[in-house]
């Protein structure tokens, strides 16, 4: 069934011009970062944006998703990186169109499939306006067809996102390991559902980091390395 509603939504895809459309290219690099629970892969995101002194998105897009949209704020926090193949979400938002729908030409989606649409498309908004941060949210796969699009994902083994869950999330130490993984499906189960890809694996990604290794400046600045010799390589073309 899972698989029958997969196919359905991406055929909607085509039509609405979501799945490999043409896309424009701004100016700068629009970074976009998938992250473990527990990694530091928010973190990593907000110094990478201070320091370049460019925007970062992570919750603010649901506020400008739904002001764009008209439609309740809430509805689109209930439903942020939650895939629609959950029953507890299904039975939550149900599967009804919305009423404001034809403004994205989604009126014969569910509900979920409608959410993420209007999210798509203020995504691909952001990134128009030139260099950015984008956490998670597909991010990387709304945008794949963007020659400046980088995507990095933040990773660490799960002893150490216990130990920054706990410290930073005040979390108790016996839950904690729990809640990581627990989070970890939910993205997973989101970014699986929604794009063609697989969560958490170093192919999905241009670049994977391990957050334990390096630190939260460390990886900001192995992106920051990356990014440039991405760049000089574009600009000198292969060596042999």
């Given at each position: 069934?899972?698989?029958?509603?997969?196919?359905?939504?991406?055929?909607?895809?085509?039509?609405?011009?979501?799945?490999?459309?043409?896309?424009?290219?701004?100016?700068?690099?629009?970074?976009?970062?998938?992250?473990?629970?527990?990694?530091?892969?928010?973190?990593?995101?907000?110094?990478?944006?201070?320091?370049?002194?460019?925007?970062?998105?992570?919750?603010?897009?649901?506020?400008?998703?739904?002001?764009?949209?008209?439609?309740?704020?809430?509805?689109?926090?209930n439903a942020d990186e939650k895939a629609s193949s959950s029953l507890f979400?299904?039975?939550?938002?149900?599967?009804?169109?919305?009423?404001?729908?034809?403004?994205?030409?989604?009126?014969?989606?569910?509900?979920?499939?409608?959410?993420?649409?209007?999210?798509?498309?203020?995504i691909k908004k952001l990134a128009d306006e030139g260099s950015c941060v984008?956490i998670g949210r597909c991010a990387d796969y709304i945008l794949r067809e963007?020659?400046?699009?980088?995507?990095?994902?933040?990773?660490?083994?799960?002893?150490?996102?216990?130990?920054?869950?706990?410290?930073?999330?005040?979390?108790?130490?016996?839950?904690?390991?729990?809640?990581?993984?627990?989070?970890?499906?939910?993205?997973?189960?989101?970014?699986?559902?929604?794009?063609?890809?697989?969560?958490?694996?170093?192919?999905?990604?241009?670049?994977?980091?391990?957050?334990?290794?390096?630190?939260?400046?460390?990886?900001?600045?192995?992106?920051?390395?990356?990014?440039?010799?991405?760049?000089?390589?574009?600009?000198?073309?292969?060596?042999?």
């Amino acid at each position: 069934m899972e698989k029958v509603k997969k196919r359905w939504f991406r055929k909607k895809a085509l039509w609405y011009n979501l799945d490999r459309e043409e896309q424009t290219m701004s100016e700068g690099t629009v970074y976009t970062i998938g992250r473990q629970y527990g990694s530091g892969g928010r973190y990593v995101g907000r110094k990478l944006a201070d320091k370049l002194g460019i925007p970062f998105y992570d919750k603010e897009l649901v506020a400008m998703a739904a002001k764009e949209s008209g439609l309740s704020e809430a509805l689109f926090q209930n439903a942020d990186e939650k895939a629609s193949s959950s029953l507890f979400y299904s039975l939550a938002v149900g599967s009804y169109p919305l009423s404001g729908g034809a403004a994205f030409g989604a009126t014969e989606m569910p509900l979920n499939d409608q959410l993420f649409l209007i999210v798509s498309q203020t995504i691909k908004k952001l990134a128009d306006e030139g260099s950015c941060v984008i956490i998670g949210r597909c991010a990387d796969y709304i945008l794949r067809e963007r020659k400046n699009m980088m995507s990095v994902f933040i990773h660490a083994p799960i002893e150490a996102r216990v130990e920054r869950a706990v410290k930073y999330y005040k979390l108790e130490g016996g839950k904690a390991a729990e809640i990581c993984l627990r989070n970890d499906k939910k993205r997973a189960n989101f970014y699986n559902y929604y794009s063609d890809k697989k969560w958490g694996m170093c192919r999905t990604y241009d670049l994977s980091v391990d957050s334990s290794k390096l630190g939260i400046d460390g990886c900001v600045d192995q992106i920051i390395g990356f990014e440039k010799a991405w760049k000089g390589y574009l600009e000198k073309g292969p060596s042999d």
